[in-house]
């Protein structure tokens, strides 16, 4: 088969996205399953995407935790750049929600848990993540939980250059803030956590639309629904994690992740079995 950087030898197209093809491959010096993430070739051509793509990519190599996909190789050839990223034998979250909805409540904080924890860290060494959402989330069977594609992510202390609204991730998922053109905080990346639980516990995306420009309009000035209203069998306390995650106002939100996963953690203990509904001020 097709080989890339001389060592890995593809194996099967596992998908694409906006910017890039990946493939199954086999590392031929380690004899192991690698997972290749191929740069579309007309981005190759643009000297500042390249860039950034190598910083990107190296500081997101520097990451390592149990529930963050990890990067092996970066490299480049005739005009081809890809990551050599750990395989994961499973799919990913979207897929996982469309074959599986309703998943259990509890199921659920289970896979939050691991994806808040993944985020925090990120956070805690200055990267933020800027494109979560549940395609960018793996799952394996025995449902262990692994983030990638920190692919539009950069040191958070570096955040100076802006992005084309083009290659930011899907609409969805993007915070009030960043539908108005701001750039992507610790703030944001909770936001768009909130959406994933949202997803995850419903089954379905609380502005549905198609067009981006109306999905933007409404993660902007229109209420979040209640996700209670789809899922009744959900604790109010739960509910409140989403409320408190998805508050339009930056200030509003957890401060942190950490505050995040905390309050998820908790979620479902029989202590907070008679909790109200979060209303926010703002
Ligand atoms: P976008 O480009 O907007 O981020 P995307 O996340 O769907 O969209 P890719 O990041 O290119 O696109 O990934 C395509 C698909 O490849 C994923 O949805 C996932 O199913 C699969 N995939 C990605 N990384 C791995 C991996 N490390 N192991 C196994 N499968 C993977
Ligand atoms: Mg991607
Ligand atoms: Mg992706």
Do not use: W
Not at 22 to 31: G, M, N, P, S
Not at 175 to 194: C, F, H, M
């Amino acid at each position: 088969g097709r080989r890339i950087g001389g060592r890995y030898e593809i194996l099967s197209r596992l998908g694409e996205g906006g910017m890039a093809i990946v493939y199954k491959a086999k590392d031929l010096i380690l004899d192991r399953l690698v997972a290749v993430k191929v740069l579309r070739t007309e981005l190759a051509g643009d000297e500042e995407f390249i860039k950034r793509f190598h910083r990107e990519a190296e500081s997101v190599a520097s990451l390592s935790h149990p529930n963050i996909v990890a990067i092996y190789d970066i490299g480049e050839e005739e005009d081809c750049y890809y990551i050599v990223m750990e395989y994961i034998h499973g799919m990913s979250l979207k897929e996982f929600i469309r074959d599986y909805s309703p998943i259990s409540i509890s199921e659920s904080v289970h896979i939050m848990k691991q994806v808040t924890l993944a985020i925090a860290h990120a956070h805690a060494h200055g990267i933020v993540h800027r494109d979560i959402k549940p395609h960018n989330i793996l799952i394996d069977e025995s449902e262990h939980v692994k983030v990638t594609d920190f692919g539009i992510a950069m040191a958070v202390s570096s955040a100076t250059i802006t992005y084309t609204h083009s290659i930011l991730g899907s609409a969805h998922y993007l915070s009030p803030e960043q539908a108005r053109g701001g750039k992507a905080t610790v703030k944001s990346d909770i936001y768009s956590l909130g959406i994933v639980m949202f997803e995850l516990i419903t089954g379905r995306l609380p502005f549905p639309g198609t067009s981006p420009v109306s999905v933007a309009l409404k993660h902007l000035s229109e209420p979040m629904p209640f996700p209670r209203d789809f899922r009744p069998d959900m604790p109010q306390s739960l509910e409140n994690v989403m409320i408190r995650a998805l508050a339009k106002v930056p200030l509003d939100r957890y401060k942190n992740v950490v505050a995040m996963y905390d309050d998820l953690k908790t979620a479902l203990s029989p202590e907070r079995a008679d909790e109200k509904r979060l209303i926010l001020d703002s």
